[in-house]
């Protein structure tokens, strides 16, 4: 008889539609922590001068921008500078070829005048 009677009670609670209260409260909450996040970052950017710190973090951004147009300005005029050097060593190694095809050729004009006499 114990047994039959937990069986219905069993039954009953399984057939029965469970009663859950919801309502909005989950939205009030969510509004009220929104709200004092809002107003905390509000407080915290008019105490800790927020346009100060912005300004400042602008300021940093502008400068690194001027100082990689800087770098890529140097990083030419260096670029130019190496070809200059590269140009003018081939250009002294030349000179340098021309002088000694020189000398050769005022050396065997030295000697033809030896044996023929200078021309005038």
Known sequence: MLNKLQRKRRIKLAKGKPNIKVGSFWIRNIFIVLLIFFSTAFFAYKVLNGDDVVNYLLKINNLRNNNSTLQDELNLVNL???????????????????????NELHEEVLFYEKIVGKRR
């Open 80 to 102: 130019k500078y190496q070809m200059l050097e590269v140009t003018l060593i081939q250009k002294d190694e030349e000179l340098k070829k021309l002088k000694e095809e020189n």
